[in-house]
């Protein structure tokens, strides 16, 4: 695209990464909230719970450079760079959190802990280990390594068992 084009469509860079992070931001909330609804805690946690660990790896795959450029904005206090984090991980916590509160309220997991600190978390650790895979995998930590370990702590936050 040339400097004009762009110009016609955007007064300048940061608005052009704003527009961008919002439809990013509403495609991975949905993407990664479909993905916490279609775990089946009953019958396959382990199999719904390493496709949400796979499809939080592959967003920050596919948008790695306007996670990179969002997590520096939100590292200087930008709120506006912050709220589009935290809308792209709302849908996902939300969701998470209303499958640990159904499942505490049927008694599939003995802890009461809160259900909103309890998705922040596996959101959190979703989302960093996502960001910083380049990193582990320097480490001797294959994508698929990764996957089986977060699916893994997921299924077990979730139905308090370790499944086999």
């Not at 946690?45 to 596919?62: N, S, Y």
């Not at 480490?139 to 996957?147: H, K, P, S």
Request: charged letters at 25%; hydrophobic letters at 45%.
């Amino acid at each position: 695209m040339s400097p004009a084009t762009f110009y016609q469509y955007f007064p300048d860079v940061e608005t052009a990464i704003f527009f961008i992070a919002d439809h990013i931001a509403e495609d991975g909330n949905r993407r990664l909230t479909e993905l916490v609804q279609a775990i089946d805690l009953d019958h396959e946690p382990i199999a719904g719970c390493e496709a949400l660990a796979r499809g939080f790896i592959e967003l920050w795959r596919e948008y790695r450079s306007i996670f990179r450029v969002l997590d520096l904005g939100a590292a200087e206090r930008d709120d506006r760079f912050q709220q589009r984090r935290t809308e792209l991980l709302a849908g996902p916590t939300e969701a998470l959190k209303a499958a640990i509160a159904t499942q505490q309220a049927g008694g599939g997991l003995r802890h009461q802990i809160d259900p909103a600190a309890f998705a922040a978390v596996l959101t959190a650790m979703l989302a960093h280990v996502a960001a910083h895979r380049p990193g582990l995998r320097d480490w001797g930590a294959a994508d698929e390594d990764l996957v089986a370990a977060m699916g893994r702590i997921v299924a077990i936050s979730l139905t308090d068992t370790i499944p086999g």
